[in-house]
Each structure stands twice: as C-alpha cells, then as structure tokens.
C-alpha cells in the first residue's frame, strides 16, 4: 500500500469490503476512541500509543476468540488497523491516516478505471 496519493482501486475494494461487516465497522467505531469505549477494561498498555488489546475487543463484542481475530485479521489486510504486540497481546488503534485516504478517495469525482478481471 502506497504511502501517499490515490488509494489503487483494489486497496480501495479491501478496504470497503472489510467495513461492509457490520460488527467490523463496529469495532472500528469502538476503536475511534478507545478511553471511553474500553474505560470498563484495565488498560495493559497505553490505548493512544498502542490501542486496545484484543482480548477487550472479544470482551465488549461477546464474540468467539476466533471470530475477534478473525475479524481483525481482516482489518489488518485491508489497513484499517495497527497491530501492536505487547507481550502475548496484541493491540489495535485504527490507521487513520488510511481511513482519509479512503474518505477522500469516496468522494473523488475523478474517474476510476475498474478491473472487473479480479473478480
């Protein structure tokens, strides 16, 4: 994934489909912030710099421990999150700068060339 500039039509598809999920795109707005959404969790590791751990995402979600990483694993793919280790735990915080690119590239009125051989 490019740093900077236009988002390519396929980082822009992962991107929406991995928040087509309704509880992905849930989690996603946990995440936005993360003090008052997880403040009933004792944090691990600071939640700005490293976001929330994972087992506190299964824990609000009330899902699987397979399904939250699975979940996640796909946000991750699609890079929408920051995966942070802090000793067995993972941590996530969104990537915000990627979730711009994808607002902007939403509401660009240029013209895009889509490949539908990829489908």
Known sequence: MSDEGRLSTGELLDALKALANPVRLEIMEWLRDPETEFAEYEPIADRTKVGVCASHIQAKSGLAQSTVSSYMATLERAGLVIP?????????????????????AIADESPRRIDTSRF
């Open 84 to 104: 942070t280790r802090v000793g067995k735990w993972t941590h996530y915080r969104r990537d915000n700068a990627l979730l711009r690119r994808v607002g902007e």
